[in-house]
């Protein structure tokens, strides 16, 4: 027997006066039990029981062990049922890291919801760019978008994250319509600071890669702000589709060569739920990914009603 299970064996048989009746409620043999007892004893170096032929008694040392074993057990059964609840119903602090865009535009929309629907769920969100360490930072979820690397974390797919190239129309106007990469290449590029070169790669239907070089006098370090830019005409961007979406449907931008593929690397992307690894899913965060994958769609909100290609 284990620590835990010696300490019930000591105190039923106290309450039951008896190794044989401690030994049947828990199936036991009596043998089982006598040890058990027995491996306290010599823990503690002092006897618990007096024993006679016919009840067993309990020794002064055996009363005051046996008052605070009660508590113990108890306060386990207490924290056992806490964690039980716990796990039963979405509750207690949910600490979630988002990308900072990504989290204005679409994660913020869908808290209101998932509030009122989640009462007892309380939220510290912190929104950055900069990949923290789920497990060191007590993150219980981040939003994750792009490649993931390989790590202990567990992910799940929340929607795919595509790239658009896109101008206003009011810069094609001044430059004329882009029907190749060459035309792409004459325009103005806004330059994007959080990748690591300033290229985009292009492939097109036939599965021909075009590496073409950018060349432009404005660069951004934030999507939003890039989004901005592109609306005033200063120059052609290649946005993520969930940053892009919106303006495409309102016309506001035009996508750009858009039987192409066009991103920054090559790689499958995605964007993610990702947690720490445990055998059991905190019910918080699997209430948080749930209704955030079925809040976002499939395909997801910013790609429906898309211009058509």
Same mark, same amino acid.
């Given at each position: 027997?284990?620590?835990l299970a010696?300490?019930?064996a000591? #105190?039923r048989a106290?309450?039951?006066?008896s /190794?044989?009746?401690?030994?049947? *409620?828990a199936r036991?043999?009596?043998?089982?039990v006598?040890?058990?007892?027995?491996?306290? *004893?010599?823990?503690?170096?002092?006897?618990?029981f007096?024993?006679?032929?016919r009840?067993?008694?309990?020794?002064e040392?055996?009363?005051? /062990?046996?008052? !605070?074993?009660?508590?113990?057990?108890?306060?386990?059964?207490?924290?056992?049922?806490?964690?039980? &609840?716990?796990?039963? !119903?979405?509750?207690? =602090?949910?600490?979630?890291?988002?990308?900072?865009?990504?989290g204005?535009?679409?994660?913020?929309p869908f808290l209101?919801?998932?509030?009122?629907?989640?009462?007892? @769920? !309380?939220? %510290?969100?912190?929104?950055?760019?900069? #990949?923290? %360490?789920?497990i060191?930072?007590?993150? %219980?979820?981040?939003?994750? @978008?792009?490649a993931l690397? *390989?790590?202990?974390?567990?992910?799940?797919? =929340?929607?795919?994250?595509?790239?658009?190239?896109?101008?206003?129309?009011?810069? +094609? $106007?001044?430059?004329?319509? #882009?029907?190749?990469?060459?035309?792409?290449a004459?325009?103005p590029?806004? +330059?994007f600071?959080?990748?690591?070169?300033?290229?985009? =790669?292009?492939?097109d239907?036939?599965?021909?890669?075009? %590496?073409?070089?950018?060349?432009?006098r404005?660069?951004?370090?934030?999507?939003e702000? +890039? =989004?901005? $830019?592109?609306?005033?005409?200063l120059?052609?961007?290649l946005l993520? /589709?969930?940053?892009?979406?919106?303006?495409?449907?309102?016309?506001?931008?035009? !996508?750009l060569?858009?039987?192409?593929?066009?991103?920054?690397?090559?790689g499958?992307?995605?964007?993610? $739920?990702?947690?720490?690894?445990?055998r059991?899913v905190?019910?918080? #965060?699997?209430?948080f990914? &749930?209704? /955030?994958?079925?809040?976002?769609?499939?395909?997801?909100?910013?790609?429906?009603?898309?211009p058509?290609?």
């Amino acid at each position: 027997m284990d620590e835990l299970a010696r300490l019930r064996a000591f #105190v039923r048989a106290a309450e039951l006066g008896s /190794f044989s009746g401690a030994a049947r *409620e828990a199936r036991l043999p009596p043998s089982s039990v006598s040890r058990a007892i027995a491996a306290l *004893e010599a823990e503690l170096g002092a006897a618990l029981f007096n024993r006679s032929t016919r009840k067993l008694h309990l020794t002064e040392v055996g009363f005051a /062990f046996l008052d !605070r074993a009660r508590r113990v057990l108890a306060e386990l059964d207490e924290a056992r049922a806490v964690a039980a &609840d716990l796990n039963a !119903r979405p509750q207690g =602090l949910l600490r979630l890291n988002v990308p900072s865009a990504f989290g204005r535009l679409h994660v913020m929309p869908f808290l209101p919801g998932f509030a009122a629907a989640w009462p007892d @769920i !309380r939220i %510290d969100l912190t929104l950055s760019d900069s #990949v923290v %360490d789920i497990i060191d930072s007590g993150t %219980d979820l981040a939003i994750r @978008i792009g490649a993931l690397e *390989e790590s202990r974390l567990i992910a799940r797919k =929340l929607a795919p994250h595509r790239r658009v190239l896109c101008a206003a129309p009011a810069l +094609l $106007a001044r430059h004329g319509p #882009v029907a190749t990469p060459d035309d792409l290449a004459s325009l103005p590029h806004l +330059l994007f600071a959080l990748q690591p070169h300033d290229r985009w =790669l292009l492939t097109d239907p036939g599965g021909h890669r075009h %590496d073409m070089p950018l060349t432009g006098r404005l660069r951004l370090n934030d999507s939003e702000a +890039l =989004l901005a $830019a592109a609306r005033a005409g200063l120059g052609a961007a290649l946005l993520p /589709f969930w940053v892009a979406g919106a303006a495409l449907r309102a016309g506001e931008l035009v !996508r750009l060569l858009p039987d192409h593929q066009a991103m920054f690397w090559p790689g499958e992307r995605f964007i993610w $739920a990702v947690y720490p690894p445990k055998r059991v899913v905190p019910p918080k #965060v699997r209430a948080f990914i &749930d209704g /955030f994958a079925t809040h976002l769609g499939a395909p997801p909100y910013w790609e429906r009603d898309a211009p058509p290609p």
